[in-house]
Nanobody, 109 residues
């Protein structure tokens, strides 16, 4: 059974930074982060392949960076210049079908 362990969420002021981490129990080609804000549909935030190809939702381009350590089966999401509209539960996803438990990110003064 695939296990995904997330960490790194929390409360941060606008303009601040957070780093999310997701460790998987095995390797996957595609790893990514989704988020669901209150009252909104879940959306893909960023994804990365094992070769390092990335894609981002337009709203986070230039502020968020996804990276991974293939040796550790771990994916990271560095979030800078956070805005209140980034407030959401962030979920790690691998292979499009396995989900982490979710971690809350709240951006508020």
């Amino acid at each position: 059974q695939v296990q995904l362990v997330e960490s790194g969420g929390g409360l941060v002021q606008p303009g601040g930074s957070l780093r999310l981490t997701c460790a998987a129990s095995e390797s996957f080609n595609v790893m990514g982060w989704y988020r669901r804000a209150p009252g909104k549909e879940r959306e893909l935030v960023a994804a990365i392949t094992s070769s390092g190809e990335t894609n981002y939702v337009d709203s986070v381009k230039g502020r968020f960076t996804i990276s991974r350590d293939n040796a550790k089966n771990t994916v990271y999401l560095q979030m800078n210049s956070l805005k209140p509209e980034d407030t959401a539960v962030y979920y790690c996803n691998v292979a499009g079908i396995h989900w982490g438990q979710g971690t809350q990110v709240t951006v508020s003064s």
